[in-house]
């Protein structure tokens, strides 16, 4: 088992960045792949970026992809996200989850495969 914590949201500009960061406890982050995903109000929670447990392999949504960068640091028990240019639609609560390593990389994509969520860090973006 697996607990998240996530810190570095906040009130940006449009076109700012932020990092985001996700403290794992216990001895075996290394074993889980990584997500983000965010939810908007009104919105259903949706996938931003995942790396997998080495971080040889990263994800994206098609949205993100060249703004948002996904990293870790097995280390530290720590899963970052790089978020540059950011626009007002980025706005939402952003949650990391973790989960065991997928049988194909289709998985990392859904919600529903993740099995330990943080509580969540508030991005607001400006306009």
């Known amino acids: 088992q697996v607990q998240l914590v996530e810190s570095g949201g906040g009130l940006v500009q449009a076109g700012g960045s932020l990092r985001l960061s996700c403290a794992a406890s216990?001895?075996?982050?290394?074993?889980?792949?990584m997500g983000w995903f965010r939810q908007a109000p009104g919105k259903e929670r949706e996938f931003v970026a995942a790396?997998?447990?080495?971080?040889?392999?990263?994800y994206y949504a098609d949205d993100t992809k060249g703004r948002f960068t996904i990293s870790r640091d097995n280390a530290e028990n720590t899963v970052y996200l790089q978020m540059n240019s950011l626009k007002p639609e980025d706005t939402a609560v952003y949650y990391c989850?973790?989960?065991?390593?997928?049988?194909?990389?289709?998985?990392?994509?859904?919600?529903?495969?993740?099995?330990?969520w943080g509580q969540g860090t508030q991005v607001t973006v400006s306009s």
């Open positions: 989850a973790a989960r065991n390593p997928p049988s194909s990389s289709n998985k990392y994509y859904y919600r529903e495969e993740y099995d330990y």
């Open positions: 216990g001895r075996t982050f290394k074993r889980y792949a």
């Open positions: 790396i997998s447990m080495t971080g040889g392999s990263t």
